[in-house]
């Protein structure tokens, strides 16, 4: 499932069963065959260190790196931020108890289907409700601003990369680069913050 900070459900994969990561599923996901289809150029989504860095989709340092003092803080932030997706799930478990346990015997593969459908009514309905509490079908301002920001590629906006605090093999990834840009900025509104 993938998640807006309204808590609304924009990409979902069905399917696959129990036993295939995470990570694999979502590979299977829209966002993930086409993320230029889904995503302005300096728009990404926020995912868990199980997943792939790109441009689009930023994730926490793993160790060494997350071991710098500066990453260390941005996987912190990153983590608060992450929690949302968790509330989601939370939140579609307990609009539909079904959800914790499908009670349905799978003997052949249209049970399967069935059962998939059933969860993706779930899914559907879950943005139907969000509609009604929020009384608009349009999501908030607040989600509006968050998809819209982002950086640009150019290294025009004044923030200063750290390149020493990374270790480089041959030349820097564009997803590592588009992560270290966003934690300049987050740095250095931490450090306005503190003024």
């Not at 059962?115 to 899914?123: H, P, T, Y």
């Not at 997803?175 to 900025?185: M, V």
Request: aromatic content about 10%; charged content about 25%; overall charge negative.
């Amino acid at each position: 499932v993938v998640s807006m900070p309204n808590l609304r459900i924009i990409d979902y994969v069905l399917g696959p069963t129990g036993s295939m990561h995470d990570s694999s599923s979502f590979e299977l996901s829209s966002i993930a065959q086409d993320p230029w289809a889904w995503f302005l150029e300096h728009e990404w989504i926020w995912a868990d260190s199980a997943y792939g860095l790109a441009p689009w989709c930023i994730v926490p340092y793993k160790r060494p790196f997350s071991l710098v003092e500066s990453n260390e803080k941005f996987n912190y932030y990153l983590s608060k931020i992450r929690i949302k997706s968790e509330h989601v799930m939370g939140m579609l478990k307990g609009r539909f108890s079904s959800l914790r346990g499908l009670c349905q015997q799978i003997t052949e593969p249209r049970d399967h289907l069935l059962a998939l459908k059933w969860i993706e009514s779930c899914l559907i309905l879950h943005n139907l409700i969000l509609d009604i509490e929020q009384g608009s079908e349009d999501d908030d301002e607040f989600t509006a601003r968050m998809l819209r920001e982002g950086m640009s590629a150019n290294g025009e906006d004044g923030h200063d990369i750290d390149f020493d605090e990374i270790v480089v093999v041959g030349r820097i990834s564009p997803g590592e680069w588009h992560r270290c840009e966003l934690k300049a900025q987050l740095l250095d509104s931490l450090d306005f913050e503190n003024v």
